[in-house]
Nanobody, 127 residues
């Protein structure tokens, strides 16, 4: 059973930056595609960014493209989400997730494809 621990959230002003981290409990982490999702109050959870197990191929929601960067360090069992130019609309609880196997790009954006989830870290962007 893989355990994921999210961290790095906080309160930031619009235009600021935060870096989220997610550390996995097992070295098999390196085989899993990973993603960040977020859930804003009163809204459904949505895909933010994803990264293949190799760390080379990444995907982003249109709403964050050009502002957020997902990366991973397999030696540290950690995936990151660098968030720049934050907007109040980015306010949400952010969750990292790990899938058990590589799937298509379309399926990687579906939360049902992910077997393991972090506990979430809250990001609040003030205007």
């Amino acid at each position: 059973q893989v355990q994921l621990v999210d961290s790095g959230g906080g309160l930031v002003q619009a235009g600021g930056s935060l870096r989220l981290s997610c550390t996995a409990s097992e070295r098999t982490f390196s085989y899993y595609p990973m993603a960040w999702f977020r859930q804003a109050p009163g809204k459904e959870r949505e895909f933010v960014a994803g990264i293949r197990s190799s760390g080379i191929i990444t995907y982003y929601a249109d709403s964050v493209k050009g502002r957020f960067t997902i990366s991973r360090d397999n030696a540290k069992n950690t995936v990151y989400l660098q968030m720049n130019s934050l907007k109040p609309g980015d306010t949400a609880v952010y969750y990292c997730a790990a899938a058990r196997q590589e799937v298509s790009r379309a399926r990687l954006q579906l939360d049902a494809e992910y077997a393991y989830w972090g506990q979430g870290t809250r990001v609040t962007v003030s205007s």
